[in-house]
């Protein structure tokens, strides 16, 4: 499926005089460079530079990025550079193999800074994903976003920015077309947040007996979950940042409220992958299934990102996702949702 995030056809340069918010931070604590040979602050002077951290599996990120591609592609020949700085939640997303695998998946062709030992991260003293950097080609950032939305905004902050550099500002950008989990979030129907589940950020967990760290346990889902409530079946370790099936047919379940649902997962044996299946109020989802799952619900979990199991398409109601894992050794991080 596909949704259309609308993007304005005619931009104008804002009028507003942009404040200094200091300098831009070098590039030197990066552990690696994708698509680019490193590059540095001094080596960026004269060209507009937009730096946006970003972690792979991050929903909200993934949501951003239609936007910096657009940008990128529009704006690169008149003097933009664009540099994504990779800064892993997860520690699967400290290796730099998967880093370069999704960025080969996801089709980022701009500057990639790989920053798996939080490096840049502290040098910008940044808090956020996805968090946005806007420096002008006298190397002075000149405004900041944090998270989604804004992109009006933003695309503005960088015509006026290429406008004063003296470069040639093109036609605004064309409308974004974004589909599956890079589809804008249903907001107004989203009452449910992201939840971890591993124990160091557990929450609204409802298996009877509560949660056991570090040791293989047999969990029993109650009756009934309330709201935003969720809980695992079957044998299960739980560590600090996932959850990892330990028996055949180990099931998590979730009542949600959203029209689309996530689960960052991936394999924890070798060789994957781990069949598993998606029921939404013990239904398969037909075609409210998510882009990583057929009409009955079957999906395949062969390497570790983020899935998308549910994208409803009629009216938003309380619902339950069940996703069961044929065999041993899935290892399940976060629901999100859009």
Known sequence: MTAQQSQPTGLHTALVELP?????????????????????????RGKVVVVNFWTYTCVNWLRQLPYLRAWHRTYGDAGLVLVGVHTPEFTFETDTGNVRRAVRQLEIDYPVAVDSDYGVW??????????????????RVRHHHFGEGEYRQSEMVIRQLLGVAGSGVPAAVSPTVASSVEAAADWHNLRTPETYLGYQRLW??????????????????????????????GEWSMGHEAAVSRATNARVSYRFHARDVNLVMGPSVYPPPVPFRVLVDGRPPGSDAGSDVDADGNGTLAEQRLYQLVRQTGPISDRTVEVTFADPGAEIYAFTFG
């Open 122 to 139: 502290g040098d910008f003293d940044n808090r956020y994903w996805p968090a946005l950097y806007f420096a002008d080609a006298s190397g």
């Open 20 to 44: 200094v918010r200091g300098r831009l931070p070098a590039f030197d604590s990066a552990t690696a460079w994708i698509n680019t040979p490193p590059l540095t602050a001094a080596g960026l």
């Open 204 to 233: 609204n967990f409802a298996s009877a007996g509560g949660a056991v760290l570090g040791e293989r346990h047999d969990y029993t889902r109650p009756a009934v979950l309330h709201l935003n409530q969720w809980a695992l079946s």
